[in-house]
């Protein structure tokens, strides 16, 4: 088999639809938010939402339309673990899994594509997981609770060290009154 075709089969195809309509969020997103007026407005909500309500914008409008689109981006990525992932809906089936995207959005500084390749390292933390449960190096065992927990390890020791310093939306979690 040529090796484009090996490519296509071993890597691209395969999947589910979400997984496709997740890899095509990255470049909308970076699009939206840095080459559009709502992405534009959107960070300055985020950052100084008092000079956006300045400009003749309602900075509520803006967070709830924020709010929105990440719920609907929130409710694909659980449709994919129900479905595609997990092959069911169970009990805590997220496994953390949300905490270790805050932390790749932490480590990405808020960037889209930073992101993507974050998830992708901590992805292939819990592939190497799954493949080798037990992993033999010579005479030793690395154990396979010490390879599930490898991804939650890898979040500790990345934003505990390598991170440096991640700004944070200054406006970020707090709530907005306008002024009379």
Do not use: E, K, Q
């Given at each position: 088999m040529p090796v484009v075709g090996r490519i296509y089969a071993d890597l691209i195809s395969g999947h589910t639809i979400l997984v496709y309509?997740?890899?095509?969020?990255?470049?909308?997103?970076?699009?939206?938010?840095?080459?559009?007026?709502?992405?534009?407005r959107l960070r300055a909500v985020g950052e100084n939402p008092a000079s956006?309500?300045?400009?003749?914008?309602?900075?509520?409008?803006?967070?709830?339309?924020?709010?929105?689109?990440?719920?609907?981006?929130c409710g694909l990525a659980g449709a994919y673990l129900s479905t595609a992932l997990s092959a069911g809906f169970v009990r805590e089936m997220t496994a953390g899994r949300g905490y270790i995207a805050l932390a790749a959005l932490i480590f990405a500084k808020w960037r889209p594509w930073y992101a993507l390749f974050a998830t992708f390292l901590f992805g292939l933390m819990e592939a190497v997981?799954?493949?080798?449960?037990?992993?033999?190096?010579g005479p030793v065992t690395v154990p396979s609770m010490f390879m599930n927990a490898l991804p939650y390890i890898?979040?500790?020791?990345?934003?505990?060290?390598?991170?440096g310093r991640a700004i944070p939306p200054r406006a970020g979690g707090e709530p907005y009154v306008k002024e009379r």
């Open positions: 309509i997740a890899f095509l969020c990255v470049p909308a997103t970076a699009w939206l938010l840095y080459r559009t007026r709502f992405g534009l956006v309500d300045t400009a003749g914008v309602s900075v509520t409008r803006m967070r709830y339309g924020a709010v929105i689109i990440c719920g609907i981006l997981a799954n493949r080798f449960p037990d992993l033999v190096l890898l979040t500790v020791i990345i934003l505990a060290g390598f991170v």
